[in-house]
């Protein structure tokens, strides 16, 4: 008996102990939201982080922040968005229907140097996006392609085919290739059955895909910053900065940015909604392999 209750009592320490362990990870992961939060309500002082805002008294609630943003950015909170959805959405659109095919036909196709041609795609994928800005710039310099929306989407769309194309890849190779020569038996053609049977079943990792290949994008500053010149193509990451640290003068109004911060968000959450169950999918059933 006593052996039973002992080992019962270290069961539950352990699960004490597993909970309070999860329990303060959770804590610091949503600590900064919170943060954010209420910053994005209260009265903040210019310059200054004071532990008083983070249980903001009534008086101290205010929408002076998100009225700034909405209305008294120059140029405008809609005319970002606009842009940033424009570059983002536009990426991801090319960028997936491209990555569907390449992983097509990695994985469903023989031919010679296939292995080292995926070899090359996964040492590609794993230098920063960033070194690829020169080359980029000085190319569409010559062809009249900077401060242009095409500009921008080129090679964010090319970012999106390089690390999607893996994805879809490896998914698609989980898929048994009996299920498209027995499509190929009902008299399906090898376009057919890629858009009619293989597709339906990749929903998962297009749906996760996509979201990555959106987010890339439409948060991006390194690229956004070199390639634009002129307000009127100004997107939501450009905007974010220019608050954040107004002629280099570091962050003035924290209320302020996180409001832009949060507002900014929203898109990418609705994003994520509309598309949970697919984006899920795609990373429980094999998409994303470690």
């Known amino acids: 008996m006593k052996k039973q209750h002992s080992r019962r009592a270290i069961r539950i320490l352990k699960r004490a102990a597993s909970h309070a362990v999860l329990i303060v990870a959770c804590l610091f992961a949503l600590f900064p939201i919170y943060f954010m939060i209420v910053a994005s309500f209260s009265t903040f002082p210019l310059g200054a982080i004071s532990a008083s805002i983070l249980v903001p008294r009534p008086s101290q609630v205010t929408l002076t ?21 424009i570059f ?10 491209l990555a569907a095919f390449t992983g097509f036909a990695l994985s469903k ?12 795609i996964l040492l590609i994928s794993l230098f920063p996006s960033f070194v690829m800005i020169l080359p980029f710039y000085l190319m569409f310099a010559k062809l009249g392609l900077i401060d ?19 994805l879809v890849k490896n998914y698609m190779d989980s898929i048994p290739d009996d299920i498209e020569e027995a499509a190929l038996v009902d008299g399906l053609g090898r376009t057919e059955a890629f858009f009619r049977v293989l597709i339906p079943l990749c ?3 297009l749906g996760l895909a996509a979201f990555l290949a959106f987010v890339g994008p439409y948060t991006d500053y390194a690229f956004a910053h070199v390639f634009i010149d002129t307000s009127n193509l100004w997107t939501l990451a450009l905007g974010l900065y220019s608050i954040n640290s ?5 962050v003035q109004n924290y209320g302020l940015v996180c409001a832009f911060a949060l507002v900014m968000s929203l898109p990418i959450v609705a994003f994520y909604m509309a598309f949970q169950r697919w984006i899920i999918g795609g990373l429980t059933m094999g998409a994303v392999r470690g």
Do not use: C, K, W
């Open 148 to 166: 242009t929306y095409i500009g921008l989407i080129i090679p964010y769309s090319a970012g999106a085919v390089v690390f999607s194309g893996i």
């Open 65 to 85: 922040s998100y009225h700034a943003i909405l209305l008294d950015q120059n140029p405008s909170f809609v005319a970002m968005l606009t842009n940033s959805l």
């Open 246 to 250: 107004p002629e280099g003068q570091g």
């Open 88 to 97: 983002a959405g536009s990426a991801a659109l090319i960028g997936l229907g």
């Open 203 to 205: 929903l998962p990792v």
């Open 109 to 120: 196709f023989n031919f010679p140097g296939r292995r080292t041609f995926v070899y090359f």
